[in-house]
């Protein structure tokens, strides 16, 4: 028998019904205008029974905020009636669904392209985007401060039963927490309390604009540390104070992209919010195990080609790990865009080598 399958409480009283979590990811099921389609809504609801709780992809908040192309957004109340759809394909089984909110600052690829600009903390050159980065005014930052609490709105109104804040892989909150991107002398940078201000603020902006609804679930995603060639960064300890101030915050859980840390995390964290690692594995056990020193384990690839993982649980069965041919990745309900990423000629990268989680279809 495995914990995986209990049943836990979050600080706000909501009750995921086991421990597992559909971690993040892009499906670019998407329209090139953020519109989700029937691709995504296709794709969720064949997921519906994967995880006690299941999360979307980076969803952009701010027009400036896009990466990846036929990625979604909700910069706006146009946007409500696809998330609506999705939230709804998402909850099938009585599971709960958040939406991921994102910025990409100077990574904003897809922005780029449609705006030809590229904002972030500081113009610090990052080589993702061919352009310049316009370094944020002061009152800009605030507006995106605003921009995450407005769309944190909009996925209450379309169904969804929380957000998780993307705070890791380089994006924007991330951006302005390292030193090697925020080179700001203001409110939002020059120590690290300044460096920690964007993140908080986004976090009292989306608890603000979702105030009347107290058992809406805010969670926050973070990678633990970030060293660049020159050795310029953040390291374990500053992130351990940001964990910190975002469990003060009241937050409902905060939900790592690497295992690396969990014993300091979870001890950080002491109880005040849930805690999510991840497990990259598709072994029951190893997940299982996970939980020693984590409260939920989320599982992204692994969910690709094992969609009904929540059934499997019961019965200690592993995850199946491969896609054989086009026609189990079209039961599967990938968005042909999906396929095309992970396992096409652009895929390479997202499937680690000797991990084979996806077999090329091609073949
Ligand atoms: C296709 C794909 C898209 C992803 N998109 C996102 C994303 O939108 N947001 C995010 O925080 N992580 C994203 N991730 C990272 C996953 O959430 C996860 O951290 C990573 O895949 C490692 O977990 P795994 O070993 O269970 O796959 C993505 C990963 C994949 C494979």
């Known amino acids: 028998m495995n914990s995986l399958n209990q049943p836990l409480t979050l600080n706000n009283g909501v009750v995921l019904s086991d421990r597992v979590v559909m971690a993040p990811m892009t499906t670019k099921g998407a329209n090139w205008d953020g519109v989700i389609d029937q691709n995504d809504t296709r794709y969720f609801t064949r997921r519906a029974g994967a995880a006690g709780l299941l999360i979307t992809g980076a969803t952009a908040v701010s027009e400036l905020g896009e990466k990846f192309p036929y990625q979604q957004s909700l910069y706006d109340d146009h946007f409500i009636p696809g998330l609506a759809a999705e939230a709804k394909a998402m909850k099938a089984h009585g599971n709960k669904a958040v939406v991921q909110l994102y910025h990409a600052g100077v990574n904003a690829q897809v922005s780029f392209e449609k705006l030809h600009k590229v904002v972030g903390p500081s113009a610090v050159a990052f080589h993702q985007v061919a352009g310049a980065v316009t370094e944020l005014t002061e009152d800009e930052v605030w507006q995106v401060v605003a921009q995450f609490g407005a769309a944190a709105k909009r996925a209450l109104a379309a169904g969804f039963d929380g957000v998780e804040i993307h705070g890791a892989f380089g994006h924007l909150l991330q951006q302005f927490f390292s030193p090697y991107s925020n080179k700001r002398t203001d409110y939002w940078g020059g120590t690290l309390a300044k460096r920690m201000r964007f993140p908080l603020e986004v976090v009292k902006s989306v608890q603000a604009a979702v105030a009347n609804k107290p058992d809406f679930i805010i969670g926050y995603r973070i990678t633990s540390t970030e060293k660049h060639t020159d050795g310029a960064g953040y390291d374990i300890d500053e992130t351990l104070q940001l964990i910190d101030q975002l469990a003060e915050t009241g937050i409902n859980y905060i939900h790592a992209t690497e295992p690396d840390f969990n014993q300091q995390i979870k001890a950080q964290i002491n109880g005040r919010t849930a805690f999510i690692t991840i497990a990259h594995s598709t072994s029951v056990?190893?997940?299982?195990?996970?939980?020693?020193?984590?409260?939920?384990?989320?599982?992204?690839?692994?969910?690709?080609?094992?969609?009904?993982?929540?059934?499997k649980l019961a019965h200690d069965q592993d995850v199946e790990t491969a896609i054989t041919s086009a026609q189990q990745a079209s039961d599967l309900a990938l968005p042909p865009r999906m396929v095309t990423w992970l396992i096409g000629p652009d895929g390479g990268g997202l499937v680690p080598a000797g991990k084979k989680y996806l077999v090329d279809i091609a073949k």
């Open 285 to 311: 056990a190893e997940a299982d195990a996970a939980l020693a020193n984590a409260d939920l384990v989320a599982m992204a690839r692994e969910l690709i080609a094992e969609p009904d993982f929540a059934d």
